[in-house]
């Protein structure tokens, strides 16, 4: 990939974020997402609620 390629990935759930992790530097990646707040790790929610972990 080129640094001259533009990648517009929709969504910013953890795939979207891993793909735009994934291009780095050799793309200019924009993440397009829906919700109002900036992304997190699902997976770890059950987690933090349990008070094992902070939420950051
Ligand atoms: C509380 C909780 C605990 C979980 N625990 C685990 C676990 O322990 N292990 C495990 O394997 N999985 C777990 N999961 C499931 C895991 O979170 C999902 O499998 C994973 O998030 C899927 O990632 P994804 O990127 O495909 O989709 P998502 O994380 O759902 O991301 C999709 C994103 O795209 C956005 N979107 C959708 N349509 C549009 C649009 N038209 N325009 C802009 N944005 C859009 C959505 O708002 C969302 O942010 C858990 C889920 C929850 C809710």
Not at 15 to 31: F, N, Y
Request: hydrophobic share 45%.
């Amino acid at each position: 990939m080129t640094s001259e390629q533009r990648v517009v990935v929709i969504g910013g759930g953890l795939a979207g974020l891993r793909l735009a992790q994934r291009l780095g530097p050799a793309a200019a990646v924009t993440v397009l997402g829906e919700e109002s707040h900036v992304p997190y790790n699902r997976v770890l929610l059950a987690e933090v609620l349990a008070g094992r972990y902070a939420p950051r």
